[in-house]
Antibody, heavy 118, light 110 residues
């Protein structure tokens, strides 16, 4: 069955960095576009970033552009999100999400919590 | 403040039907058929229940249906069951090549 397992979250100080990883199984990663979506505590969903199956097409939300970098290694069945210059408002559960077709999010991981606090 | 507007809460009794609205603009919901709905139970990851306005993924109950008119999309759940109690989010692709979500609607089954 399809599984997405995130890791790499934790407590970091403002201005710090983290690298999130997502290990996938149950499907061929190279066949799918992927995305990261986050959810601040008690809040709604916020789309963060999107990457094509080859990695050549990438989009970011304005709120993270220039600070976050999405990447993938299809051979390792893994998706990544590098988070730099972190701010308190980046505190959230970050979900690794498979894209169905090009536009819909059909499978979600369990999420990894990033807390930005001094 | 979320880009798409949903009611904060709705409620219904078992067996009844409820509808949740999701209002966007001509740059998102009104322009594209890429509107989806997600169900989220407490402390769980969201689950896709509707994609491309009205399509149900395999395994999702046919009690879930959806539609769109102009800038407003709607999710209807018929024959309400206790397990339907959850937060529901709409999402849409936008003309800025981004994705937006509604603020979420808490469904209470009375």
């Amino acid at each position: 069955q399809v599984q997405l397992v995130e890791s790499g979250g934790g407590l970091v100080k403002p201005g710090g960095s983290l690298r999130l990883s997502c290990a996938v199984s149950g499907f061929t990663l190279s066949d799918y576009y992927m995305s990261w979506i986050r959810q601040a505590p008690g809040q709604g969903l916020e789309w963060v970033s999107y990457i094509s199956s080859s990695g050549f097409t990438i989009y970011y939300a304005d709120s993270v552009k220039g600070r976050f970098t999405i990447s993938r290694d299809n051979a390792k069945n893994s998706l990544y999100l590098q988070l730099n210059s972190l701010r308190a408002e980046d505190t959230a559960v970050y979900y690794c999400v498979r894209v169905a077709g090009l536009y819909d999010f059909d499978y979600w991981g369990q999420g990894t919590l990033v807390t930005v606090s001094s | 403040q979320s880009a798409l507007t949903q009611p904060a809460s709705v409620s219904g009794s078992p067996g009844q039907s409820i509808t949740i609205s999701c209002t966007g603009t001509s740059s998102d919901v009104g322009r594209y058929s890429h509107v989806s709905w997600y169900q989220q139970h407490p402390a769980k990851a969201p689950k896709l229940v509707i994609y491309d306005v009205f399509n149900r993924p395999s395994g999702v109950s046919n009690r879930f249906s959806a539609s769109k008119s102009g800038n407003t999309a709607s999710l209807t759940i018929s024959g309400l069951q206790a397990e339907d109690e959850a937060e529901y989010y709409c999402g849409s692709y936008t003309s800025n090549i981004t994705w937006e979500f509604g603020g979420g609607t808490k469904l209470t089954v009375l």
